[in-house]
T-cell receptor, first 115, second 117 residues
Framework: AQSVTQLGSHVSVSEGALVLLRCNYS??????LFWYVQYPNQGLQLLLK??????LVKGINGFEAEFKKSETSFHLTKPSAHMSDAAEYFC?????????????FGKGTTLSVSS | GAVVSQHPSRVICKSGTSVKIECRSL??????MFWYRQFPKKSLMLMAT?????????EQGVEKDKFLINHASLTLSTLTVTSAHPEDSSFYIC?????????????FGPGTRLTVL
């Protein structure tokens, strides 16, 4: 069975500071990994994903994440936080090459950005 | 492209009534759709996998008779909350896979906020 652990339910940073949101996964095979962002009362927006190939993945809004198999991690980073980055962030995993497989989500991390 | 809509976006109903939520893939066909439930400040919990033309697959602990899912066409899945009670109040989100697209892609609807009084 697959699972996702997001360390830290709430992360606070100052505007312009580094953003680091942690995600570790458990899977018997290398999974597909995703980061989504959710603004209040809205659906999910895909930030980035890892399937195969390059382990450093760049996404939208300046975010990136690195897949580290040895650490079973897929941490999300952004060099300089912006006020508009304040939102809920979810890490998710799915089994590769299985079209009918749903995503398994972590519990989410709330990112707060102060001026 | 790859837009998923949900209707209604928000619904308030009385306890004991049934509520139907629609999930539509607007510009692609989806043989598989997923229904998630999200409690306030909580993660998304998979409720069921909806398969076009066949019965939905429910996750453990989800009542099939309470949360009726119908996936009658390649672009529409519906979730009906029967005899709703206040504890059913939640944010319901659907997602869909493009049948002709990449297997790793899943597109989410904007969600439906259900409040049961």
């Amino acid at each position: 069975a697959q699972s996702v652990t997001q360390l830290g339910s709430h992360v606070s940073v100052s505007e312009g500071a580094l953003v680091l949101l942690r995600c570790n996964y458990s899977s018997s095979v290398p999974p597909y990994l995703f980061w989504y962002v959710q603004y209040p009362n809205q659906g999910l927006q895909l930030l980035l994903k890892y399937t195969t190939g390059a382990t450093l993945v760049k996404g939208i809004n300046g975010f990136e994440a690195e897949f580290k198999k040895s650490e079973t991690s897929f941490h999300l980073t952004k060099p300089s936080a912006h006020m508009s980055d304040a939102a809920e962030y979810f890490c998710a995993v799915s089994a590769p090459n299985q079209a009918g497989t749903a995503l398994i989500f972590g519990k989410g991390t709330t990112l707060s950005v102060s001026s | 492209g790859a837009v998923v809509s949900q209707h209604p976006s928000r619904v308030i109903c009385k306890s004991g009534t049934s509520v139907k939520i629609e999930c539509r893939s607007l510009d692609f066909q989806a043989t598989t759709m997923f229904w998630y439930r999200q409690f306030p400040k909580k993660s998304l919990m998979l409720m069921a996998t909806s398969n076009e033309g066949s019965k939905a697959t429910y996750e453990q602990g989800v009542e099939k008779d309470k949360f009726l899912i119908n996936h009658a066409s390649l672009t529409l899945s519906t979730l009906t909350v029967t005899s709703a009670h206040p504890e059913d109040s939640s944010f319901y989100i659907c997602s869909a896979r493009d049948s002709g697209g990449r297997k790793d892609e899943q597109f989410f609807g904007p969600g439906t906020r259900l409040t049961v009084l």
